[in-house]
């Protein structure tokens, strides 16, 4: 068991563990916290699941946990760990079984305080217009080809067959595709799965949240992303549904033969992984790559759905209405990047499981219209609360491989949210707070407020550790809960 005796504070927000502390560690293990994030993290195996992760064969650097750090499958959710290509390993546990899930930020040129007294029949409307739930599929069938496609051209798909534009492909992360997705390395299984769940929400934390810019921060960076106070947001919350998690699942019993075949001992079977240039390795890569690009084709058919059914509510109140991606990013994903270490150009294998991407200003893979102010960064709360859009630094780079937090990290389990709250008192309480909120009950009480940590104490450590600078704040004013 790990206790905070254990760690030594190297910065103010910057915590680590250090590799003499085990003798299967292969490098240090830092948390970006304060105190209280820091105690909140020692309460479950969080920390010692990110020690975990520091053994694993390739490892460089150090394994990182971000400030909404709690436990998941194997590595935390909330952790950062970037392996070398030639000797490093990929692990399913590391990406997570919900592959790609991710947000994206709309903007519209709307007042959100003209809107507001419409917004019972606009959750309404997107309670029953958008297909959610557990393993509940849409109204898009796929046929065997459309699936190929899909996998492999992920949101260009989407916008080929018309559910979006360009300038939405510009403004998602890797542009809607992950290179090397192969839809041959993923089972039938998944595929079926997937067949009818296009466009679909899903349950859990997922959400369609409508809100408002109640804090610019930084005028400029706002600017350029077309945010200002007092402005109609929207936020979509979602995954690759069951065709991902059935991805992970299947690579996850698949690679345990790896394990023997390559030598590789772990302290912690859910670590299951393969050497990145071994043949499973690469097919997991390729089969990721796939349920990454399931994920953004769903969040892109998501968008034009959630938009079609705004603009048919607004549209007998307002005239000109627009509705624009802001960015989408993951934040559950594997990818191939470089990085500057000791001095060296290294190629790794970032895993990113609750983490986001977080590039700074310069960086060639950002759109043209965003990249001398840095990406976008995204990074919703509860839905009583607030949510955060962020600008990447060029210090991240060297601080957490470009990576962030993505959320405000659970305090609860769903199970002991339930046991502490009904869904119909959550929904009570934030029609108080003046949200309005539509979701089954059960999924209301395990999404409450309180199972969650303080999204903005979360986001201070992140700015003042220098992670991501804070761009402009938004509170909820409807939230549609899967």
């Known amino acids: 068991m790990v206790s905070k005796k254990d760690l030594k504070r190297i910065e103010e927000y910057l915590w680590?563990?250090?590799?003499?502390?085990?003798?299967?560690?292969r490098v240090p293990a830092r948390i970006y916290a304060d105190n209280d994030l820091l105690e909140?993290?020692?309460?479950?195996?969080?920390?010692?699941q990110l020690i975990n992760t520091a053994c694993l064969p390739g490892v460089v650097k150090y394994t990182l946990a971000m400030p909404d750090i709690h436990?998941?499958?194997?590595?935390?959710?909330g952790g950062?760990?970037?392996?070398?290509?030639?000797?490093?390993?990929?692990s399913p546990g590391a990406v997570g079984y919900d592959i790609n899930c991710g947000v994206r930020l709309l903007r519209t040129n709307l007042e959100a305080a003209r809107v507001k007294p419409l917004m019972a029949e606009i959750m309404d409307a997107l309670y029953h217009g958008v297909p959610s739930g557990v393993g509940r599929g849409g109204d898009i069938r796929l046929s065997g080809k459309d699936m190929d496609d899909v996998l492999e051209k992920g949101a260009g798909w989407a916008v080929q067959k018309g559910y979006g534009t360009k300038e939405d492909l510009e403004h998602t992360e890797e542009r809607g595709a992950l290179a090397g997705a192969r839809a041959s390395a993923v089972s039938r299984k998944a595929k079926d799965r997937g067949g009818d769940q296009l466009g679909t929400l899903g349950s859990g934390n997922h959400f369609v949240e409508v809100g408002e810019v109640v804090e610019v921060y930084d005028e400029s960076v706002a600017e350029k992303f077309g945010v200002f106070p007092g402005q109609l947001v929207v936020w979509i919350h979602s995954g690759s549904r069951g065709l991902g998690h059935q991805v992970c699942d299947d690579?996850?019993?698949?690679?345990?033969?790896?394990?023997?075949?390559?030598?590789?001992?772990?302290?912690?079977?859910?670590?299951?992984?393969?050497?990145?240039?071994?043949?499973?390795?690469?097919?997991?890569?390729?089969?990721?790559?796939?349920?990454?690009?399931?994920?953004?084709?769903?969040r892109q058919l998501l968008m034009h759905r959630v938009c079609t059914i705004l603009d048919r509510v607004l549209a007998p109140h307002f005239k000109g209405r627009s509705f624009e991606l802001i960015y989408d990013i993951a934040h559950n994903i594997a990818k191939i990047e470089e990085f500057t270490i000791n001095g060296r150009t290294v190629k790794v294998v970032v895993h990113r499981k609750g983490a986001t991407r977080s590039f700074g200003p310069g960086?060639?893979?950002?759109?043209?219209?965003?990249?001398?102010?840095?990406?976008?960064v995204l990074v919703p709360g509860d839905m009583g609360t607030a949510s955060y859009l962020l600008v990447g630094t060029a210090e991240a780079?060297?601080?957490?491989?470009?990576?962030?937090?993505?959320?405000?990290?659970?305090?609860?389990?769903?199970?002991a949210s339930t046991r502490q709250v009904r869904g119909e008192e959550v929904q009570q309480r934030l029609a108080q707070q003046g949200i309005t909120v539509r979701g089954p009950w059960k999924g209301l009480a395990e999404e409450a407020p309180e199972a969650y940590k303080d999204i903005d104490r979360v986001v201070h450590v992140v700015h003042e550790a220098g992670l991501a600078r804070k761009v402009a704040k938004m509170v909820p004013l409807g939230v549609m809960k899967g």
């Not at 436990?71 to 959710?77: F, T």
């Not at 960086?363 to 976008?376: S, T």
């Open 16 to 25: 680590e563990i250090p590799a003499d502390f085990r003798s299967d560690m």
């Open 40 to 48: 909140a993290a020692l309460q479950d195996r969080s920390v010692e």
């Open 71 to 77: 436990q998941g499958y194997g590595p935390p959710i």
């Open 80 to 90: 950062v760990a970037a392996m070398n290509v030639k000797d490093g390993v990929v």
């Open 251 to 298: 690579y996850i019993n698949k690679l345990q033969s790896a394990l023997n075949k390559y030598g590789i001992r772990l302290p912690d079977r859910e670590l299951v992984c393969a050497p990145i240039d071994s043949p499973e390795g690469q097919e997991y890569m390729a089969a990721m790559a796939c349920a990454a690009n399931y994920a953004w084709a769903n």
């Open 363 to 376: 960086n060639p893979a950002l759109p043209a219209d965003y990249r001398d102010v840095g990406q976008p």
């Open 397 to 415: 780079a060297d601080k957490s491989f470009s990576s962030t937090c993505h959320g405000a990290g659970r305090v609860l389990s769903r199970h």
